[in-house]
């Protein structure tokens, strides 16, 4: 198969595809997009190459997959520095030897590079307890348009030495620059870890759970909400209770010294007194479902047609009515899988465009009126083209728009990705 | 353009109470906590946004520099007027506007002092976790601009990590919402690149801030050590362990000895260094969990491990921690505090060095610092009415910075670079870093309006008050000589 081909968006092939090894090879084919008028797409695994519109121009694959070495890991200082290109599960494969992690748990997370969860700051039900990629990154190397290398933040745990600059170029869909290194501070593993499962019959019920979770002083480490859908999903993987009437479900994972892990338990079955499922789940099916579940109600790219993934931002008291919204159409049998503690639903519908549509404009008229927000994470372009990749649009977008015509003043980084950008 | 027309624009949105523009007055606002000196031309008080929009349309009208102030509690020069021009303080916006208890929100105003977010928080069981020492009179404004740290930051994070969303008045007058209550907001992270940009980026008017959980239990450590070595040994091995608590502080003999002939807190005048550690959290395993790290300082020969659970004990422990930079008066008639940062591993070579320093350039040098996230806080003993001394302070300051980066660290942790470490950036930053930079305040701030020469390296415009400056330090009594009086029809000179 012609190379190129792996790197298609949205039917587009680029011309010319690179595979740099070192960030000075990154930096040279920038110059050399930069010199030919490139459109560059910076690729990791391209999980995620979905999320934002499809670009509007596309000449160079930047592929960034050997760009993958660990560059300096202080486990006495907790923190690591790696290249861009290392998947996750390596990073934390290597990490497990010295009782530590980067505990992050992001959709498809077998496969995601680090320089890809940056990229498109998704993160995981880990997030309720360490924070997402943003919180854990401490610095970061990126190579610009033209190929100028810069870094910003540093190694150290502290540091308020210039502007925040693993801030912005996080989550910024690769539109500034191509991450080529970044620096995190990690944690120690839990001395222990449970899971509870609970199922309700009403979502206000679980919201009383999750509610309680947030404010719990033992940090659970992830307080996960999923649809009866979606649980299915997971039932497919693994030995999970089953029930009928049970339309919510939610995952409580608890670490830390054991007596902690215990009395979350304790605290977390005491709050789900409306639950009709209240089981502890055994450690190996723990540990498969943990894998699974960040990839739930997730669309793949390239996405299945006549689907849809969406992203709501409420507030965590707002859940109930995110779920209401979100299985309000017939034709759209949702999966949808929420933080619960945070307040991010994420969500994937199925069926005619038409309906799709309107399930969209749901979510997203309930994310306005609460004082929230939507984004589309995977589907068709057309339907990105019709509903707008996100809302609400405010007036930050024009100093967005000239933090990129500063840092890419020829617009040649994943052109039109943002829609404005 | 005359100073007249300008105060009157001025007294018309703020009026009398509202305006500062005589020189007694403003001689009151031409520091803060940091070593550098200058004075506004104006100082106002708003008390809304629209206020703060309408002060920085006036001085835009007329070209004025604009830096924006909280507490004045700042450490780097971040809100003194080295340019002149107006000063906007933040001190009348001290409205607490919404706690929510069920998701943990808590929306303020700038001038809100940070610990008001946590009183007015505790009836719920909640806090505001970033604690720096001075959060008894700094702001939540100020905290947003520096991205200030505290103790308890080990566990928690700085102030970054618990900014959710901001309402900020850009150079050109306009308001703009960044972020919300809602997590993870499409599009670029202006929030997170608001947070720490020291005010050059845009005046913060409203914060949408993340609460926590209040802990069930607290337990203290007082951990006292012979040698610094020893100590700064055992903070690595905590963290190596796999141990995170809410706080390590250490702080060294000469530290101890300043807080003890000050507080009398109970740290033992013989020792060379001592570590005060709070574990907290549940109840449940953490005396275990304290017993644990008391295990790892005792192999590091610490000769005592003292354990608090009752809290008039903690807090007569922590007293002595939270007065230490007071109590450095014993002394010494003044002190320079450094703000470096080391991998933690770092420590104990770089604390030799910053004594090593400190003999060469004959000056006494006391460390009282965050030890569990590397932040160190040197405090260099001085008189700052001896020029020599003085300029001995800033040359050895400079140099344990170096020290900092060389040892893979960084230039500030929590203080900011301000004034006082813009021109040691390029320790740091490739230039093609802070053109980058350069290139992202651009956006925000086209005409550097807003605290212009902060943070970045001096440019032409910024040396003639740079040499002024250093011209000032060199004086030996600073504040006695009365300023030439300033002419009401005065052309500005920016």
């Known amino acids: 198969m012609d190379l190129t081909m792996r790197y298609s968006l949205n039917g587009s092939i680029p011309q010319i595809v690179r595979q740099p090894q070192t960030v000075e090879e990154v930096a040279e084919a920038l110059r050399e997009a930069a010199h030919s008028g490139w459109a560059v797409v910076p690729w990791g695994s391209g999980t995620h190459q979905g999320i934002g519109h499809a670009p509007s121009r596309y000449d160079l694959a930047l592929d960034l997959t050997r760009l993958s070495r660990v560059l300096r890991h202080r486990p006495a200082n907790l923190t690591i520095r790696v290249e861009a290109g290392i998947r996750l599960a390596e990073l934390n494969a290597l990490l497990a030897e010295h009782g530590q992690w980067l505990p992050l748990d992001p959709p498809f997370g077998d496969q995601a590079t680090i320089g890809g969860i940056l990229a498109t700051g998704l993160s995981g039900p880990l997030r309720a307890r360490y924070g997402s990629a943003r919180d854990l990154l401490i610095g970061i190397r990126v190579a610009l348009a033209d190929g100028t290398l810069i870094q910003g933040g540093g190694e150290v745990v502290k540091n308020v030495a210039g502007y925040d600059l693993p801030k912005l170029f996080h989550g910024a869909l690769g539109t500034l620059g191509v991450i080529v290194e970044a620096a995190f501070k990690l944690w120690p593993r839990p001395k222990a870890e449970a899971t509870w499962v609970f199922g309700f019959l009403r979502a206000e019920d679980a919201l009383s759970l999750t509610l309680s979770m947030l404010r719990h002083p033992g940090f659970p480490m992830a307080v996960e909400v999923l649809n009866a859908r979606a649980w299915e999903i997971l039932r497919e993987e693994t030995e999970l209770p089953a029930d009928p009437g049970v339309r919510v479900w939610v995952l409580v994972r608890a670490g830390g010294w054991p007596a902690q892990v215990e009395r979350i338990g304790r605290d977390a079955v005491a709050a789900a007194s409306g639950a009709r499922v209240k089981d502890r789940l055994p450690e190996e099916i723990a540990s498969i479902l943990w894998a699974r579940v960040p990839s739930v109600a997730i669309l793949p790219n390239p996405a299945p047609v006549e689907a849809l993934g969406v992203r709501l931002g409420l507030l965590p008291s707002q859940l109930t009515e995110g779920a209401t919204t979100l299985e309000g159409i017939e034709e759209i049998p949702a999966l949808w899988r929420a933080h619960g503690t945070l307040g991010l639903i994420y969500a994937e519908g199925r069926g005619p465009i038409e309906a799709l549509l309107r399930w969209a404009e749901n979510l997203r008229s309930l994310a306005l009126t609460r004082g929230g927000h939507f984004m589309i994470l995977g589907g068709p372009e057309s339907v990105k083209q019709t509903l707008g990749l996100w809302a609400p649009l405010r007036p930050e977008v024009e100093v967005m728009r000239r933090i990129k015509a500063q840092l890419d003043p020829e617009g040649r980084l994943n052109p039109g990705r943002l829609g404005w950008a | ?494």
């Not at chain 2, 001190?91 to 977010?117: K, S």
């Not at chain 2, 919300?180 to 929030?191: E, F, Q, R």
């Not at chain 2, 230039?411 to 320790?427: C, N, Q, S, V």
């Open chain 2, 1 to 494: 353009m005359k100073r007249a027309q300008v105060l009157q624009e001025l007294l018309e949105i703020f009026g009398p109470r509202g305006v500062l523009w005589e020189d007694h007055h403003l001689l009151l606002y031409e520091y803060d906590a940091s070593i550098d000196k200058g004075r506004p031309d104006f100082v106002v008080f708003p008390t809304s946004t629209e206020q703060v929009a309408a002060a920085v349309r006036i001085a835009n009208r007329y070209g004025l520099p604009i830096v924006v102030r909280g507490a004045g509690t700042g450490l780097s020069g971040g809100a003194v007027a080295d340019q002149g021009g107006l000063m906007i303080v933040t001190t009348r916006m001290r409205r607490i506007l919404e706690i929510d208890p069920v998701n943990l929100r808590a929306v303020v105003q700038p001038g809100v002092v940070n610990i008001a977010v946590s009183q007015a928080a505790a009836a719920h069981g909640l806090y505001y976790a970033p604690d720096p020492s001075s959060q008894k009179a700094c702001t939540i404004g100020g905290n947003i601009a520096e991205n200030s740290g505290g103790p308890h930051c080990l566990a928690y994070g700085v102030t970054t990590n618990h900014v959710l969303g901001l309402e900020v008045v850009l150079p050109d007058g306009e308001v703009m919402e960044v972020g919300g209550a809602a997590c993870d907001w499409p599009g670029y992270d202006l929030t997170g690149l608001i947070v720490g940009s020291e005010g050059t980026l845009g005046i913060v008017t409203k914060a949408v801030l993340r609460l926590m959980p209040a802990p069930e239990a607290v337990v203290t450590l007082l951990a006292v050590f012979d040698t610094v070595d020893q100590a700064s040994e055992a903070v690595s091995a905590i963290i190596a362990d796999g141990t995170i608590p809410g706080a390590i502080e250490m702080m060294d003999h000469t530290a101890i000895q300043a807080v003890e002939s000050a507080k009398r807190c109970g740290y033992p005048m013989d020792a060379g260094a001592v570590l005060l550690i709070d574990v907290e959290g549940l109840p449940e395993g953490l005396e275990e969990l304290a017993r644990h790290i008391a295990r790892i300082c005792e192999h590091f020969d610490a000769r005592e491990v003292r354990i608090a659970t009752d809290p008039v004990e903690r807090e007569r422990l922590w007293s002595g921690r939270k007065g230490a930079f007071g109590a450095m008066g014993r002394l010494a008639p003044s002190y320079y505090v450094q703000d470096g940062v080391v991998p933690r591993d770092q420590l104990p070579r770089v604390l030799r060095q910053i004594q090593e320093i400190g003999q060469r350039y004959g000056l006494t040098i006391a460390n009282v610092f965050h030890a569990g996230d590397g932040n160190l806080h040197p405090l260099i003993l001085f008189d700052e009415r001896d020029p020599e001394l003085t300029r001995r302070a800033v040359e050895a300051g400079a140099e344990i910075i170096r020290a900092c980066v060389e040892a893979g660290g960084t230039l500030t942790g929590e203080h900011g670079i301000g004034l006082e470490k813009r021109d040691l950036m390029p320790l740091l930053f490739s230039p093609a870093d802070l053109e980058a930079m350069a290139r992202i305040k651009a956006a925000f701030n086209p005409e550097n309006r807003l605290n212009p020469c902060k943070m970045f390296p001096s440019t032409k415009m910024c040396l003639e008050t740079w040499s002024r400056r250093k011209a000032r330090m060199a004086e030996p009594v600073r504040y006695r000589v009365a300023p030439p009086p300033a002419e009401m029809e005065e052309e500005l000179w920016i």
